[in-house]
């Protein structure tokens, strides 16, 4: 398929990078398990360590679909769209827990990157599968951009966890 062989470089490093960031995600809870759990340390995984790993994931998941070799891309936005469609209720689940969670106390810039930005993310890409069909070329770039969004949405949330984790867990400890 010819419009989307143009973005076969593009799905091809970003999806390498979510995978590699997947792994790297990994590496650091591995070696923050090693800590003492403190308060409801569960529930707070949930709410912010675990999306981090599903936005990931849905880049990587983005850009395999866009490398298969497709002979339509009416498939392609199908997927694309349920992808976005699951992101959207997935963060509305996010959102439940990290309100339900106490053992942190979420700050805007928490609700920024945790829920705003990728509901933004997911929905514009729902919304441009469905449109790729009458507006093929724009909404492969909003596509793309959503796809770029939610690698730098898991970015930021998993350095922020990190930066968490050194900076307050270890003051916590003493």
């Known amino acids: 398929m010819t419009v989307l062989n143009a973005w076969e470089n593009f799905y091809v490093?970003?999806?390498?990078?979510?995978?590699?960031l997947i792994g790297l995600q990994f590496v650091v809870i591995t070696l923050i398990a090693a800590k003492p759990i403190v308060g409801d340390a569960r529930a707070?995984?949930?709410?912010?360590?675990?999306?981090?790993i599903?936005?990931?994931?849905?880049?990587?998941?983005?850009s395999a679909i866009g490398n298969?070799?497709?002979?339509e891309i009416t498939t392609v936005t199908i997927l694309w769209g349920l992808i976005?469609?699951?992101?959207?209720?997935?963060?509305?689940?996010?959102?439940?827990r990290m309100r339900v969670q106490s053992a942190y106390q979420p700050v805007f810039e928490d609700w920024l990157f945790h829920v705003l930005l990728p509901i933004v993310a997911y929905a514009a890409l729902a919304i441009?599968?469905?449109?790729t069909l009458s507006h093929t070329r724009a909404a492969l770039f909003i596509i793309g951009t959503a796809a770029l969004l939610l690698l730098f949405i898991g970015i930021h949330n998993a350095w922020d966890a990190v930066t968490?984790?050194?900076f307050v867990g270890s003051r916590r400890e003493r």
Request: charged letters at 0%.
């Open 164 to 166: 968490y984790h050194v």
């Open 68 to 71: 298969a070799p497709w002979t």
């Open 54 to 62: 599903i936005h990931f994931g849905a880049v990587l998941l983005l």
């Open 84 to 96: 976005g469609l699951s992101g959207v209720a997935y963060v509305v689940v996010v959102a439940r």
């Open 128 to 131: 441009s599968a469905y449109a």
């Open 44 to 52: 707070a995984g949930a709410a912010f360590a675990t999306p981090t």
């Open 13 to 20: 490093i970003v999806g390498s990078s979510a995978g590699a």
